[in-house]
C-alpha cells in the first residue's frame, strides 16, 4: 500500500466516488458524475491523501486548511473530512496510517489543533479527539414574539440573497472567529461555496453601521418553516434586532427554527416566548464535532487562568512529551519538565478535553483520558476553566 497526495484534478477518479460510496444514496446515474467537477475549486487547497494498492485508490482522507479560535487565539486549524475505504478494503488498516500521515503533515505545516465531524465518536477518540458540545436547535413560533413587531429598536436591518450580501456575511465570521472560543471558519476558497450555490437568504442587524447579528436561513413553504443555520449575535440588542425580523413572518410560517451555541438560553429571550431545544446525537450521521490539539507549544499565549502543573502526555504521535502550564500571568506560558510542581498524565484527549474547556480534570480519569492527583486537579481547573466551543463551520 502507497500514500500519496493527490492534485485536485484527481479527486474526481481517486477519492470522490470512495466518498459518493459513503456518503451518498448510490449507485447514482453515470451521468451525475459530471456535476463532482463543480466541486473541484472548492476543494483546491485541500490536502487529500489517498492510500493506492495496485495503482487503485482504496482509501481517502482530506484536511482543510481552517482556523479556529481557541481560548482567545486563531489558530491555523485541520478540519479532518471525506475519510473513506473502498468496501473491499476496510478494516485492514488503512485509514489509521493515512489520519496518522495526515494530521502529522498538517501539524508540519503550522496546523495545532485539529476538528471533525465523526461517523462515531469512539473511533476517534483513538486518534486524540475529544467530543464538543452539539450546536443546540430551538424551535419557537413567531406568533410569541408579537410584543417585538412594532418596537422601535435602534439599529437596521438587510435582507438580500447570500449571494450578494456574502462579503458582509463573510467579514463578520471572520470577525466572530476572532473573538469567540471554539468558533471555526473556511479558507476563503471553500467558503465561496455558501456564495456560489446561492441556496440562502441573508438577514444582517447593523447597530451604529457596524453589523452585529446576521443569520442564513431558508423557508420550506408557506405556513412551514423558516430554518436559520446558525443565529449569530454580539449582544442582546443585536438578537432582538432579528426576533423582529422573524416577528414580522407571523402570517408567513408557522415556526422559526435556528440554530444556535449550546450556551445560549432561548427561554430566557422573551416573555411568555414557548421554545423546544434540541441537540440530538447520531450515529453516523449527526453526531458531535470533536477536536485535539496536533501541537502545545503554539498554545503559549491562550487566555487560562491562575494554575501552574506539569503535564505528561503519553500515548500521542503527535504531542507525547512532557510540559509545564503556567498560567499565573494570565496568559498561557509553556515550558519543559520541573520537579516540585503538582504533576498529571494524560492522553491526548485528555489535554484537548481542558484546551477546549469541555471537561473538568475530575473526569478524565473516569473516561480513560489519564491520571489526575487531586493536586494537579486543582491547577488544571484554575488553568483551563470549563468554557462552550461553539464551533459554528460544518464539513
Ligand atoms: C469507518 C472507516 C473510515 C474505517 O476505516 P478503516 O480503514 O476500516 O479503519 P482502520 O482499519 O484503519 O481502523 C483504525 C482503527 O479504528 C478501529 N475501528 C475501525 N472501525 C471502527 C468503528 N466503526 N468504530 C470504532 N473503531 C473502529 C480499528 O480497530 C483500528 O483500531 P487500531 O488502529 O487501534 O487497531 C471505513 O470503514 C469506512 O470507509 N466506512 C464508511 C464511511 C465512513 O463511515 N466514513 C467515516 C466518515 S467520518
Redesign the pocket.
Known sequence: MEIRRISSKERLTHSFP?QA???EASPAPREDAAKYSDLLPFQEDNLTLV?EEGGTSV?AVSAIPMRQNVRGTLHPMAG????????L???????????DRVLGQMRDEGHPVSA?????A???E??GYVGLPKKRRVTFSPGDLGHLVRADLPGELTWERIGTGYPAYRAFTLRLAAERHGFAVFPDYRDERLRADDLSWLVTARVGGEVAAAATYQITGHGADLVVDDLLTTTPLSRTLLLQFFARHVDQVERVTAGIAADELPELWGTDLQTEIEARTRV?HSNAPMARVLAVPPLAGARVGPGRVVVEVVDDPFIAGTYLFDGRGGRLEVGGDESGVPRATLRAAGLSALVYGVLDPDELPLRGFGAVPADAGAQLRALFPRAVPYLFADF
Not at 479532518?80 to 468496501?87: D, F, G, L, R
Not at 476496510?90 to 485509514?95: E, K, S
Not at 471533525?116 to 462515531?120: A, I, S, V
Open positions: 470512495l460510496y459513503a456518503f492510500a482509501a479532518i473530512a471525506s475519510v473513506t475505504v473502498h468496501p478494503a476496510r478494516r485492514q488498516g488503512h485509514i489509521r496510517a493515512l489520519l471533525l465531524y465523526p461517523f462515531r469512539s473511533f476517534y483513538r486518534f453516523p
